[in-house]
Structure formats: C-alpha cells, structure tokens
C-alpha cells in the first residue's frame, strides 16, 4: 500500500511490464510511504458449529473493520513509522437464533458482551517502525492495548496484536524476486490467543500478471495448512484446518491492494469438535496525504 511510483514514461513502463518475459523477475514487497495515509477496509463472515447444541449451536458472525496506516518518518534516521489505527467496526453475530448487532458509532445499542468483544479496539493504535526498505525494525505504542477478555480467557495483546497484523499484511508474499509462474515456500508462527501458538505453512505462486482497474497487478495464490504448537488445553487445532488466498499485489505502488482468504478450522474445544469456516476480504480502499 504506497503512493503511485512516478516514472518519466509511466505508459510505456506499464506495456514493458504486462508483456514482460517469464524470465522478469519482480520485488513484491509491502511498501510504506512517509506522509501518506492508507485506508483498509477487512470484511470476515464466520460460521461456526458450537459443540453439543446441535442446529441450535450455529454461530453466523459478519465483521466489517475500517483501519488506518498512518506513515511518518523517523527523524534523524532512515526509518519510518506505521501507526495503525482501529477507525470503526461493524458487526453482527446469529447465536441461539437471535440476532445482535454492534456500530462502533453507536455502540450503547448493542449488548455488553459485543461492545466489549467488538468494540474494545476502536480508536486505539499501534505503531510499527520499518527501515528504508520497508524491512521491520520494532514495534511500539503497545503500552495501552490491553487484552479483551474472552469469556474465561481473553484476546491477543498489545505486542500480539501488532505482530498478528504486520505477519498478516505480510504473509504469502516472497522474501526474494519472483517470475510469473514461480513458487516459494511461507513458514510462520504466531501467538493467537486463545488458541495458543498458530503454525502456518504454505506455497505461495506467481499465477499471472493483469490490469486490475487500470492498475498493473501481480496475482498470488497462496494454499497451506494450520496447526498449533504447544498443550493448549482450552482450543486446539485438528487435521484438516486448512486455507487459501489470492492476493492482488500493485506492481507500480508496490501495496497488497486486495487479498481474499478461505479458510476451515478444524476446532476442538474443551475435546468436541467445533468445525468453523471464514472468509476474509481485505482491500485497500484509498490512499491520501496525510495531514
């Protein structure tokens, strides 16, 4: 996500690279620029099967999330600050066969337990520090993301939640330059409470090069499967807990512009199973100075 690239002969860059050879290869790395703000929208709909309720146990969840990447740079040094901040959220969740709703504008109409699950991010920030090549340095402002609590257990932390985010914006793509048609191998771990520590291991491909609303696009696709580490005696993972992706990278912003993953959960919680399936929509929704 980054501003457009300016090139002396942009028409000309863009024939060069839609019609560029197998043989090209490209960096396709997440870039930030300094005094620009990036606006992201993620949409996630979730069902879930509760164990040992049968029909009734059916948990449809729909979250519509609105963030902000703020991008500064660091005085004195060629580093660059990334504060990420949780602008609005928008959720609805069918539990028992009742219908609740949350709007971070209007949160005092919806029950306690979605205020406090939905609700408890907005407005509260993180800053990630990259260096000039858009390669990570630190985290900070996490002093103040205190963990949402989660019935008996409670959500990710401060440090949690920003490294979940920097690993998510960042996963699938190659660590090194890449062609049409090549692959690559992801590895990564993550602590995602309550689940525990998440495994994730993957391929990644270069399917094909497109224009995407006027804008020179790589297409990824990503296939791999989760798994946890550690005796989590509350959540684990099961066999077959799975996911794909297909991500949109700008090849001229250098920005991840669209990213949809599909993704089964083989959940055992408390030792019954609870299977659950999600679809995430991240895109990028506009890029502006930033003020």
Do not use: C
């Not at 090139?7 to 490209?26: C, Q, R």
């Not at 729909?62 to 928008?90: M, R, Y």
């Not at 907005?122 to 090549?133: A, E, H, L, P, Q």
């Not at 959960?265 to 030792?271: A, I, P, Y």
């Amino acid at each position: 996500m980054q501003t457009p690239f300016v090139v002396l002969f942009p028409a000309l860059l863009a024939a060069f690279t839609l019609n560029a050879s197998g043989a090209d290869k490209v960096t396709l790395r997440q870039h930030w620029e300094p005094g620009k703000l990036y606006k992201q929208e993620n949409v996630t709909d979730m069902s879930m099967v509760m164990p040992g309720l049968g029909a009734a146990g059916e948990q449809k969840t729909n979250i519509i999330q609105s963030l902000t990447v703020g991008v500064t740079k660091d005085p004195g040094s060629d580093n660059k600050s990334a504060e990420v901040k949780f602008a609005a959220i928008k959720g609805s969740m069918t539990m028992m066969g009742q219908v609740m709703t949350y709007d971070s504008n209007d949160p005092a109409k919806s029950q306690p337990f979605l205020q406090q699950a939905f609700g408890a991010m907005v407005g509260k920030s993180f800053t990630i520090v990259y260096d000039k090549d858009d390669k990570f340095v630190s985290v900070k402002g996490i002093e103040n993301l205190a963990p949402t609590p989660l019935g008996k257990t409670q959500a990710m932390d401060g440090k949690q939640l920003a490294e979940a985010f920097r690993k998510s914006s960042e996963m699938g793509l190659p660590k090194d330059p890449v062609a049409v048609g090549d692959t690559w191998k992801v590895e990564e771990k993550m602590d995602l409470p309550p689940i525990g520590k998440l495994v994730i291991k993957a391929t990644g491909k270069f399917d094909s090069l497109a224009t995407v609303k006027g804008a020179n696009t790589a297409k990824l696709l990503i296939t791999g499967e989760f798994s946890t580490e550690g005796d989590n005696q509350l959540v684990n993972l099961g066999e077959g807990s799975k996911f794909d992706a297909e991500v949109l990278f700008d090849l001229d912003r250098k920005v991840v512009v669209n990213n949809v993953t599909n993704t089964t959960l083989k959940l055992n919680v408390g030792g019954k199973e609870a299977p659950m399936t999600q679809k995430v929509t991240t895109a990028l929704t506009g890029i502006e100075d930033l003020k």
